[in-house]
């Protein structure tokens, strides 16, 4: 295991934090002045934590650290999930981002799959100035094709398989910070799984990436409606709900607390099993969710915590995992054992709809 990949989590743990704090100072500002300070941080965040976690995805594929791991996938609640996440970004550009129901069922990787939309729809909000951006799947023959397509300005003839090289940016992103590996994870991650990806961009008239998979046995891709993406409107509850929270790194367990209780919720935050589960028995009430970093200190593991507090207070009880590791052998356990995966870095906004979804708050 090289210097990179062994490091990967630690380096995602300050990003993590500085997300969590710099949305919290956010919600406290109220001069227009400090508010443009804010977003410029924001800016600046983005894109730091973007290039890292290319970089680190990047050298996970050549190193090979990455096994796919082909299940059965429904793309139709990945593209809705995906949808939900981008809403605000795009809404804030004045952009209608539409994603097409489908019943449709492939055989693929299904966090390595997910990463690859999530790439393509960076590129399409990012690079799309006015219109929209679509998120849909058809049947090509015998294979499903998932397709982001934007009214952007699309990519000349000459480019189209020079931009999914390493290092490699996309026309018109001189301006935009960046390493240029986003096309290249989307090809490589392909290749390691069989699929293929494609650029359609007629001159002027946008882009369209499509990724071409296998179906499910008797799996099959339907017309429907498309539906544009919004924010969940939430309703609050009269009484906080307790949370419990177990996270080793103080600076995220301090931004976990505080980002909780803006949201109206109560939590029991402590670094390690034994302290969270004292935590919780002087709280003297149950949880209604746990949310717990993978590793913890003493070789405690975040499903191992979740386990102990659904002994102690109830087996219904949902449990968000929060982890960088990216190993399919985490997502396997984290399935096993019906919990929700969330990758670190998370974006506030993320992991509110993590949370709400988990305590049935999200109306769809």
Not at 61 to 78: A, D, F, H, T, Y
Not at 103 to 132: I, P
């Amino acid at each position: 295991m090289n210097l990179l990949t062994k490091a990967s989590h630690d380096l995602r743990q300050p990003f993590q934090a500085m997300r969590l704090f710099l949305h919290l100072l956010e919600s406290k500002l109220t001069d227009p002045g400090q508010h443009e300070l804010a977003q410029r941080l924001e800016q600046a965040l983005d894109s730091g934590e973007g290039m890292l976690n290319n970089l680190i995805e990047m050298n996970a594929l050549e190193v090979g650290k990455l096994k796919p791991n082909p299940v059965e996938v429904e793309l139709g609640s990945l593209m809705a999930r995906l949808g939900q996440e981008f809403a605000a970004e795009a809404e804030a550009k004045g952009l209608t981002l539409r994603v097409v129901r489908s019943t449709a069922r492939a055989r693929t990787d299904a966090m390595m799959l997910e990463r690859m939309l999530r790439q393509l729809l960076v590129n399409a909000v990012r690079h799309t100035e006015q219109g929209r951006v679509l998120l849909g799947v058809r049947r090509r023959g015998a294979e499903l094709e998932i397709q982001v397509l934007d009214t952007g300005p699309g990519i000349p003839e000459d480019k189209r398989e020079e931009v999914f090289a390493p290092f490699v940016r996309l026309p018109g992103s001189e301006k935009r910070q960046g390493l240029g590996l986003g096309l290249a994870i989307v090809r490589r991650s392909a290749e390691m799984l069989g699929h293929g990806v494609e650029l359609r961009s007629p001159s002027g008239k946008g882009a369209c990436f499509a990724v071409r998979l296998p179906p499910a046995d008797g799996a099959a891709a339907e017309k429907a409606e498309t539906v544009q993406a919004a924010p969940a409107t939430v309703a609050e509850p009269a009484l906080p709900l307790l949370i419990a929270v177990a996270e080793d790194d103080r600076l995220q367990l301090a931004a976990l607390d505080g980002m909780l209780r803006e949201w109206n919720l109560e939590p029991v935050a402590a670094p390690t099993r034994e302290a969270l589960m004292a935590a919780l028995a002087k709280a003297g009430r149950p949880p209604a969710l746990v949310v717990t970093d993978y590793r913890l200190p003493g070789g405690a593991s975040g499903p191992d915590v979740i386990r102990d507090v659904r002994a102690a207070y109830g087996a219904g009880i949902p449990g968000l995992l929060l982890t960088g590791d990216n190993h399919p052998d985490t997502l396997a356990e984290a399935e096993a054992a019906g919990l929700v995966l969330v990758q670190k870095p998370i974006h506030p906004v993320r992991l509110r709809r993590a949370v709400d979804a988990a305590l049935g708050r999200t109306k769809r």
